[in-house]
């Protein structure tokens, strides 16, 4: 750690940078990010000037509080259950990359790429999607047919002029076929998946649009444009308004050579929600308001990895996943039904004093048949208040244990909802709750 | 990308710093990572001097194949299972903190933490386990009381004299309960949890070693030690080698103040595979052989990033995933039974040309139904490929489409491992199915 004069130092200097771009009238973002640095220097003097942390997680990034993870749990198990249906395997591959893989796949969002330190050894970046550690893993393993998914975290410094409230740390969900098959069977699959899964999370409407890389291509030769600038210009035309202009889904990254897609919500409420929360940090996919999915066709990648160039016809999908995850989230907030974040069937407890031990023997019988049970980490937790935990909790059932029901082999079984009661003998105890609660 | 004679210069220089490394006679890990880099910079340069990739995972990590991962799901769902049995919710961070969260909460394995290259804004680091980041999640939060589970890669630039096939990405496993409650109570769930999972993943005979850091305090103080060199006798003694020392169980980290336990596998057919994969990069684990899990209680933690330094105290086990994978791994491998890599039902075939629309079709409903299926990416498929494509991947129907039965309204449904063919009306295929494959 640095030390107390080391840091007003480091202050004095940046408060200088933040004095001289205001002076210099730059933009709110340069200025704001000055600031930023500046605020987190002067946090670690605190008052009393001891060093301070700053509670924050990084610029871009969140957690996911047990709600959220509950949702994001839901849409994974929807989306894993269809890419299963249609027999893909899965695979995971490190989240940071040699430098030289990521180089010159991306074209101009190169510069969104997070690089490590060189702290000795290999020179490394964070993965920027999941598209071309794929086609580094095809290339390596000379893998010329898969039928693969992968969700993972990707990584995108995103250009603060554009970020307002993007993510720089995002989840991608894709699907993918390698091979060399006949023409749009594969390709059609991959439309199936996008249908089926937005039909399945039941976002409202969706739009699923397709073009080829091909023709746009063409077009541009057609108008005369140059060949070293067709790229460029896909990544400008898929900025474009999309009512302004018609051919216009080209999206925005180098390697897509044939067909290309995007699905798009249609229903006002599901797009304000995408919109409000902005959750979706994925660049290609930034301007089209309501855009949860996309792909396309890529023939060309895996055999820049090659050293003899062999090519690997690919064609893939990838769900937008936070902007599905904010408009569940809407949805479930606007809910009256509560978000469970745990399944716990029944809380042991207890009606008297020192009953702690029996309360622990009880509850190990009920893991041990696989029962998912909870009990209070207290030596004597008044009934009521074990009773409230349940409620709030959303536990359905209470296994109570008094002086008498240990004397008679029974345990008092409550319903929470109905506050109903009723003794049921140790042994039967088991399958009862089986019975009432894996309905 | 950097140019030719850039690259050619630093192959002069790279070349004589691992030429003085050899008249120095310096350690064999030292000049590897020289020649590696080297090695790394020829690469660059191709036979033909065209710049080409090195086609490999950065070093110390590892891509999961659709075996890996099916195994990983495996014991991932088993050790869910008993978390969700024990009431956790889930909780999610991101893969990079802020650097200063890192700073001082790890002692002296501080050094192995991979920075993030300062691209502007904020400086970062990845999370080295999972433990800091729920305590700042808590802090951040103001949360007091959570029973939560995390599973997520956490990332040590082990050193390289220690390395030898250690991963410098890896999985956690963690299970912590936070909050004030009676002594010892949610220690014993801690042990219990371990308990569960290794019972449950049927590992081989373990042994649960159980210490507390105040013991070891307490003796050092008596034996004289001075208080700054608690932490790394603590680490020092953990690396001892356990017939020789008896209450040697300290756990690396700084961070433990009370219960420390340690899980270890005894059979020696366990311990033996886990050595021989030596999957686990996890420091403060890797002396113990056949060590699989361990934690212990940190009830300091949470208040070092508290601005008023309210404690929240902590307990928690962390599973040493990386180990029973490979365990897992080498019993499936010495298994008979194969490792399916995906759970399709039924492949479409055609026994005659010019069914692609008809197989599509059929195929559709299928997966509008739920049951997973495939279809060959071919317009007009041999039956007998069809056939062996599902001996390999274990498929275990095949629905048969010909002329004749599309004329008839039914499907030729035939059981690959028997080769018995019967066929069955379209309106009852998918019960049929379902029947034969969900039992």
Known sequence: MEDKAQIQEAIKSQGEVVRKLKSEKASKEQIDEEVAKLLALKAQLGDD?????????????????????????????????????????????????????????????????????????????????????????????????????????????????????????????????????????????????????????????????VNDRRILDGMFAVCGVPDDKFRTICSTVDKLDKVVFDLSLARGLDYYTG?????????????????????????????SVGSVAGGGRYDGLVGMFDPKGRRVPCVGVSIGIERIFSIMEQKAEASPEKVRTTEVQIMVASAQKNLLEERLQLISELWNAGIKAEVMYKKNPKLLSQLQYCEEAGIPLVAILGEQELKDGVVKLRVVATREEVDISRADLISEIKRRTEA
């Open 49 to 209: 000037g001891k060093t301070q942390f700053v509670l924050k997680t990084p610029k871009g990034t969140r957690d996911y509080n047990p709600k959220q993870m509950a949702i994001r749990e839901k849409v994974f198990n929807t989306i894993i259950r269809c890419f299963k249906r249609h027999g893909a395997e899965t695979i995971d591959t490190p989240v940071f990359e040699l430098k030289e893989t990521l180089t010159g796949k991306y074209g101009e969002d190169s510069k969104l790429i997070y690089d490590l330190k060189d702290q000795g050894g290999e020179l490394l970046s964070l993965r920027y999607d999941l598209t071309v550690p794929f086609a580094r893993y095809l290339a390596m393993n000379k893998i010329t047919n898969i039928k693969r998914y992968h969700i993972a975290k990707v990584y995108r410094r995103d250009n603060p002029a554009m970020t307002r409230g993007r993510y720089r740390e995002f989840y991608q969900c894709d699907f993918d076929i390698a091979g060399q098959y006949d023409a749009m069977i594969p390709d059609a699959e991959c439309l199936k998946i996008v249908h089926e899964i937005l039909n399945e999370l039941d976002l409202g409407d969706f739009r699923i649009k």
């Open 259 to 287: 067909v290309i897609y995007e699905a798009v919500l249609t229903q006002a409420s599901a797009v304000s929600a995408a919109n409000e929360a902005q959750n979706c940090a994925n660049a290609e996919e930034s301007v």
